[in-house]
Nanobody, 127 residues
Framework: QVQLVETGGGLVQTGGSLRLSCTAS????????MGWFRQAPGKERECVAA????????WYENSVKGRFTMSRDRAKNTVYLQMNGLIPEDTAVYYC????????????????????WGQGTRVTVSS
């Protein structure tokens, strides 16, 4: 059974940085497609970054472009979301998602395309 475990959330001041980690079991982070989603209080869950590894390019939501970077460590079977320049609007629960399918670029930010989800890690950015 695929398991995704997110860590790295916490409380940070505006302008600060955090690195979220998503460690997978029974799933290889070098295959298929993976994404980072977030859900702020009272809002729908949205994708902030996603990648089909065979593409070699990553989709980013406009508001995080230039501030967030998605990467992976194959040896650790872990995916990261480096978040710099954090602002209060980034406050949310962040989720890691995965599918074994090779999504096309337009599918990458679509929540229903992913089969496996982590439990989420909370990020709070204070002003």
């Amino acid at each position: 059974q695929v398991q995704l475990v997110e860590t790295g959330g916490g409380l940070v001041q505006t302008g600060g940085s955090l690195r979220l980690s998503c460690t997978a079991s029974e799933y290889t982070v070098t295959s298929g497609s993976m994404g980072w989603f977030r859900q702020a209080p009272g809002k729908e869950r949205e994708c902030v970054a996603a990648v089909r590894w065979s593409f070699g390019s990553t989709w980013y939501e406009n508001s995080v472009k230039g501030r967030f970077t998605m990467s992976r460590d194959r040896a650790k079977n872990t995916v990261y979301l480096q978040m710099n320049g954090l602002i209060p609007e980034d406050t949310a629960v962040y989720y890691c998602a995965a599918t074994t399918r090779n999504l096309i670029f337009s599918q990458l930010p679509v929540e229903r395309e992913y089969d496996h989800w982590g439990q989420g890690t909370r990020v709070t950015v204070s002003s």
